[in-house]
């Protein structure tokens, strides 16, 4: 196999594995891609493109949903979607040009996990049972929370369903919440970031998109179904581990040069 299309495969089961659960998948394609040597603004922008075959495999899980006429979900879906969007147009080449790098990520990784263990320690009251009960209010407050995932590392799915938690959402709202909302946020990024940088690719690099997108949807369409499941029964002291265990790894690999990190 090309060694393009190979690492496609490889970040696009890297992408759909993490997109939905608590770990930041942004974080694991930069470092994983790191490794790999894909690591200059030609491979940001794919990293970004390939969220959208995630996406599509929300779009697919929840067709239903989707695809009736349902005005509340989609006011809400726009009401929460408008605070990153605009804060990302902002500053989102800053935060790419100073925060893309695997040390910062290592860092996010291990304050987001130090929250999520301190908010899954804390008694929370949860007063919305469905995201069919969300009003407007509580979806612009689960969008504010996702702009705390334009810093990479920090996790998209983390931000919102911590976020969604500590404004009253219980556990599978807020997870189901977070799955809608990635429809318009990495549609949007995705379609922006190609847009912006499409000098950069040519008709040969469509493989490797195609490559991507596919393995993307197909490893995060098993991934939501098994979370649905473990959010039920389960909290996220388990991804809070890993992210810290993670982050300390990159930091200590990074600090004793075990590892050649673009820091």
């Known amino acids: 196999m090309d060694a393009s299309l190979l690492h496609a495969l490889i970040l696009g089961l890297v992408e759909g594995i993490t997109e939905f659960l608590p770990i930041s998948s942004t974080g694991h394609l930069i470092l994983v891609g790191d490794l790999l040597g894909d690591n200059d603004a030609r491979s940001g922008v794919f990293f970004v493109a390939i969220q959208t075959g995630a996406m599509l495999a929300v779009v697919w899980e929840y067709r239903a949903r989707f695809f009736r006429i349902d005005a509340a979900l989609w006011r809400n879906l726009a009401v929460a979607f408008l605070p990153a969007a605009v804060l990302g147009l902002l500053f989102g080449s800053m935060i ?7 040390v910062p990520v290592a860092l996010a990784f ?4 130090l929250i999520i263990l301190f908010v899954e320690k804390k008694t ?17 407050k689960v969008g504010c929370a996702q702009c ?8 998209r799915s983390g931000a919102t369903i911590i976020g969604g938690m500590l404004f009253g959402l219980s556990r599978p709202a807020a997870t189901e919440f977070s799955f809608f909302l990635a429809v318009p946020t990495l549609c949007a990024a995705g379609a922006y970031d190609l847009w912006k940088n499409r000098a950069l690719f040519s008709a040969d690099d469509l493989g490797m998109f195609a490559v991507g997108m596919t393995v993307s949807f197909a490893s995060a369409f098993v991934v939501i179904r098994w979370l649905i499941r473990y959010v039920a029964t389960h909290d996220f002291r388990p991804f809070a581990w890993y992210r ?3 982050g300390a790894a990159v930091l200590v690999t990074a600090h004793f040069g075990w590892v050649s990190w673009k820091i």
């Open 244 to 246: 810290i265990a993670f």
């Open 148 to 155: 705390f995932a334009l810093i990479p590392g920090t996790s």
């Open 96 to 102: 790419k040009q100073a925060l893309f790098k695997p």
């Open 124 to 140: 929370l009251e949860f007063r919305i049972q469905t995201t069919q009960s969300m009003t407007w209010l509580d979806a612009l």
């Open 110 to 113: 291990i304050v987001g996990g």
